[in-house]
């Protein structure tokens, strides 16, 4: 699980006050200085991942001098480029289902007063806070009982058994802030229950749902552990990869590679913030 | 209506990838191989690509036991698997393996016949050699000044917390049976009664248990001596002479890594024409190049150059007839685990 | 209200499914009985089967297994993850709640961002950022480097840090990758808190140290509830942290269930650790939430107010 995990579990309406207070306020200068080495903290590895995927020295040990050569022969390793595309496609199955069965799933429970709702509710939650390591054995054993074959469906099913919770509560949070009269609206004017929800509902959920969509997607890019238990060999993703060259030591390729991943991540972010922004316009 | 259609495809495109994936594909040109983490070049794996048209899946594992738990828990399937010999026995007696088609091996020949027919498989019927290698103690001389000549010298209280081992129970408690100058294969309920306290000792001094790459804190310098494979130690000469191999005066063992075709393979074709592309001498020395454990190819160690067949790990001078590891049936490998699990969280 | 996952929130306009209602939900509960209900039954059923002929499982109906989980060694191991897990977590309350409520009072724009920025390192792989850390503490690290280079080695320490493979590289290890599954949630608290409400409680005369104890705790509880779920169930069950910057040395129960699918070849006494896991995970959330439970009330018309 990732923090936009932690973020979307408890997320809420804002309220967005400033304190006005004067007693504690000199207590905010310590805290910020604090709150800056907490970001020191945080940020400490990354720095040094990034810097040393420009050194030559193959340890990282000492910086030799300013190189590019990792950049390049990470697109020529067969291995990484391989598991990078058995990611994206993992991934990108992986959330569109999430998608649905999230979206599906959150306007339904809204709608609808089921029968042990509370029941279900903490059912969804289960794989979203499940050790990855019980997730991972449990649908192993369940693949090898039902007689599955590990493959990209394998994965594919493990990465959306735990995305789609996300999804689910991403979309859920939104419901909240939801006018009900909308839909009644739209009925009343003669639309069919599916067309108000497509035409009225969707619409208003697409933010969420994006963010929502977003989480699964990076969720599974970075899934390890339960890819471990699930994942036959042809459909190995790029963690297993990683993590499999990472273990017999240190690769600057590897560090090449974060940087990478780094610097996509925090475009994909300001882009998905400008839709954000858009959307909420 | 733009966005309907967008989930509309959003959601077809899902039902597309998972049909598509869920039946499962008949593709010729894959060979599944599940072999030991640092033992396979990618180039040769390149290599063998761009020959044949094979797209080969390489899956690492750090113990044959990881090997076998992957392979006995089902759901995946490989088409080549790399043994170390005492596993290779225990599969071939529990039927976990296909014959070798030996007359599709033309380049078998060039295996040494000192590595044929030994005792985990006499007829050489299920497996073929990969590499030959010792467990054996390496020493950063630079920082250990003393001489260490076996296991008593590596583990003595003055190299406390400074000392990385194989994380493999089979071969840390094999160790202990040398020391105790009992036979390496006999782990009866007395002999493994008599280890415990000396591992327990040993335990309490080690920094550090890896298989994958004990080579890496030895060069980073956050230990000084390691109990590792010949090849990693090996690698460790070829970066720097400080570091010296020495096999183990109580005694040392020898292990040979087989290639092996497991009973649920796919594609056992691709898997022949594999060992045969690797049993090429060129194909050899490109993998003691990368990985210097002791070649059994007799044809690939003639294109070896003096500096590599001069080092000390791959080829060491013994004086002595080298054991071997066997089999010892499940109920005496459970009880090594057990032993091991409890000697590390008794602190 | 969203502090603990599984809350369900109301809607009072719900109506009553009925049939379609059911059927259109059905794909989902299918999904969820089929591959976290259904599993989770194998692995019950795996937990009482046996150890066969290298690593094969034969079924059958016996304790055995978990006459071993609670075999003292285990029970150690148990107890070792759960003080390791509950030091993260405090660890994780001290470090990131202060900066979480520092975050919180920002002007929404700064608010934003500092938390993006929060996030931001966790969209590379968790294990390389691992790997990173041990580029930082290993001997001839950069810590080390940096301790010699100022001259604190010789006159401070007698000779560099032996961090990595210690307990201490194992705790900053983990205190690392969870911090934020802390900072997040409360937060999220934090920011819906109401200024006016602490101001109140100075005006009517408490202390900072009262105000921050009988206002701001119970107001922000549900964030700190819902991290240090976060943070101590992933902890309990992490085995790479402990592997890699640990050495190998210290075993949690994720190293120990790690071990029985990949070394010991013992997949039934691994199903039987991981079904008392999963019991201990219910039991941690049943007591968050119903603490949680206990201290909202107090707090909660308050805050409705607002």
Same mark, same amino acid.
């Given at each position: 699980m990732t923090p936009e995990a932690a973020a979307a579990i408890s997320a809420s309406p804002r309220t967005g006050r400033r304190p006005r207070f004067s007693g504690i306020r000199f207590l905010d200068g310590a805290l910020g200085v604090w709150t800056a080495l907490v970001f020191a903290f945080l940020y400490l590895p990354i720095v040094v991942l990034v810097v040393y995927s420009f050194n030559t020295s193959r340890l990282n040990i000492v910086w030799e001098s300013f190189t590019l050569r990792w950049y390049g022969e990470l697109f020529d390793h067969t291995p990484l480029m391989r598991t990078f595309k058995n990611s994206l496609i993992i991934a990108?199955?992986?959330?569109?289902?999430?998608?649905?069965?999230?979206?599906?799933?959150?306007?339904?429970?809204?709608?609808? $007063?089921? $029968?042990?709702?509370?029941?279900?509710?903490?059912?969804?939650?289960? *794989?979203?806070?499940?050790?990855?390591?019980?997730?991972?054995?449990?649908?192993?054993?369940?693949?090898?009982?039902?007689?599955?074959? +590990?493959?990209?469906?394998?994965?594919?099913?493990?990465?959306?058994?735990?995305?789609?919770?996300?999804?689910?509560?991403?979309?859920?949070?939104?419901?909240?802030?939801?006018?009900?009269?909308?839909?009644?609206?739209?009925?009343?004017?003669?639309?069919?229950? +599916?067309?108000?929800?497509?035409?009225?509902?969707? *619409?208003?959920?697409? *933010?969420?749902?994006?963010?929502?969509?977003?989480?699964?997607?990076?969720?599974?890019?970075?899934?390890?552990?339960?890819? +471990?238990?699930?994942?036959?060999?042809?459909?190995?993703?790029?963690?297993?990869?990683?993590?499999?060259?990472?273990?017999?030591?240190?690769?600057?390729?590897?560090?090449?590679?974060?940087?990478?991943?780094?610097?996509?991540?925090?475009?994909?972010?300001?882009?998905?913030?400008?839709?954000?922004?858009?959307?909420?316009? | 209506m733009k966005k309907l259609r967008h989930l509309i495809l959003l959601g077809l495109a899902a039902l597309c990838a998972t049909t598509a994936f869920a039946a499962p594909k008949k593709k010729k040109g894959e060979l599944n191989l599940f072999a030991w983490s640092e033992y396979v070049p990618q180039a040769v794996l390149d290599g063998f690509t761009e020959e044949t048209g094979i797209k080969v899946n390489y899956e690492t594992y750090a113990s044959g036991e990881e090997m076998l738990a992957k392979l006995q828990a089902g759901g995946a399937r490989y088409d080549l698997i790399q043994p170390p010999d005492y596993v290779a026995e225990a599969m071939i007696k529990n039927d976990l393996l296909v014959p070798i088609q030996r007359e599709k091996l033309t380049n078998y020949g060039n295996l040494l016949p000192e590595y044929l027919g030994m005792p985990h498989d006499p007829e050489q019927r299920y497996t073929v050699p990969y590499m030959v290698g010792t467990v054996g103690i390496v020493v950063n001389t630079e920082r250990v000044k003393d001489p260490v000549l076996g296991y008593a010298d590596l583990f003595a209280e003055k190299h406390a917390g400074r000392i990385v081992v194989l994380d493999d129970g089979r071969e840390l408690a094999t160790a202990a049976l040398y020391t105790l100058g009992k036979n390496l294969n006999d782990f009866s309920d007395e002999n493994l009664a008599a280890v415990k306290p000396v591992l327990a000792t040993w335990f309490k001094r080690v920094k550090l248990f890896d298989s994958d790459s004990p080579k890496t804190a030895l060069l980073n310098g956050d230990v000084d001596l390691g109990l590792v494979w010949g090849g990693e130690a090996a690698l460790l000469w070829k970066e720097d002479k400080k570091f010296q191999y020495v096999l183990p005066a109580e005694g040392a063992h020898m292990f040979v890594d087989l290639l092996g075709i497991p009973k649920r393979a796919k594609n056992v074709e691709n898997a022949h024409l594999f060992i045969d592309y690797i049993l090429r001498p060129e194909v050899s020395k490109l993998i003691s190049d990368d990985f210097p454990y002791t070649n059994p190819n007799g044809a690939a160690r003639k294109l070896l150059s003096a500096d590599q067949l001069a080092n000390p790990a791959s080829y060491p001078k013994v004086d002595r007839k080298l054991d071997t590891f066997r089999d010892l049936g499940d109920a005496a490998a459970a009880k090594i685990d057990e032993l091991i699990t409890d000697l590390k969280n008794a602190r | 209200m969203q502090g603990l996952p599984g809350s369900f929130p109301e809607n009072p306009h719900a109506r009553a499914p009925r049939l379609r209602g059911w059927l259109l939900l059905a794909p989902m509960l299918a999904w969820l009985a089929l591959f976290v209900v259904a599993p989770a039954f194998v692995l019950l059923a795996y937990s009482f089967a046996s150890r066969g002929a290298l690593g094969a499982v034969e079924f059958g109906f016996s304790w055995d297994n978990y006459a071993r989980v609670f075999d003292p060694i285990y029970l150690k191991i148990l107890a070792r993850s759960v003080g390791y897990a509950a030091l993260t977590t405090v660890l994780c309350v001290l470090i990131g709640y202060p900066a979480a409520w520092f975050i919180a009072r920002r002007p929404p724009v700064w608010r934003e961002r500092l938390i993006l920025l929060v996030m931001i390192p966790f969209w590379t792989s968790f294990l390389i950022r691992t790997y990173a850390w041990i580029a930082i503490l290993k001997s001839e690290g950069l810590l080390n480097g940096l301790l010699q280079a100022s001259g604190a080695v010789p006159r401070i320490f007698p000779e560099p840090l032996a961090l990595l493979y210690t307990p201490t590289a194992v705790v900053i290890g983990l205190v690392y990758a969870y911090l934020p599954f802390m900072i997040l949630p409360v937060y999220a608290s934090a920011e819906k808190l109401d200024g006016s409400l602490v101001e109140a409680a100075h005006d009517l005369g408490a202390g900072p140290l009262r105000v921050f104890r009988e206002v701001i705790v119970p107001l922000t509880w549900p964030g700190i509830a819902a991290g240090m779920l976060l943070v101590f169930m992933p902890a309990l069950g992490m085995f790479a942290v402990t592997d890699l910057m640990g050495g190998a040395r210290v075993s949690m129960i994720g190293n120990v269930i790690h071990n029985q699918f990949t070394k010991a070849l013992n997949l039934p006494f691994g199903a039987a650790l991981g079904v008392v896991f999963t019991l201990l995970f219910v039991l941690c959330y049943a007591l968050l939430q119903w603490r949680g439970g206990r201290a909202r009330p107090a707090a909660a018309p308050a805050a409705s107010n607002s």
């Open positions: 990108a199955a992986a959330t569109a289902l999430s998608v649905v069965i999230g979206t599906a799933g959150a306007w339904l429970l809204h709608r609808y $007063r089921y $029968r042990w709702a509370r029941g279900l509710q903490s059912l969804v939650c289960v *794989p979203m806070v499940m050790p990855e390591i019980v997730m991972g054995v449990s649908l192993l054993v369940f693949f090898a009982v039902a007689g599955i074959e +590990l493959g990209h469906s394998t994965v594919i099913i493990a990465h959306t058994t735990f995305c789609f919770p996300f999804v689910l509560v991403a979309v859920q949070a939104r419901l909240q802030g939801l006018d009900p009269s909308l839909e009644e609206a739209a009925l009343d004017l003669g639309a069919t229950p +599916l067309r108000a929800f497509w035409l009225v509902i969707v *619409p208003c959920l697409r *933010p969420a749902i994006l963010s929502g969509g977003l989480m699964a997607f990076t969720l599974s890019m970075d899934e390890l552990i339960i890819s +471990l238990f699930t994942a036959s060999p042809d459909a190995r993703t790029l963690p297993m990869q990683v993590f499999g060259m990472a273990k017999v030591g240190l690769n600057p390729m590897i560090n090449a590679l974060s940087a990478l991943f780094i610097v996509t991540t925090v475009a994909f972010v300001l882009f998905s913030e400008h839709l954000r922004r858009l959307a909420n316009r | - | -």
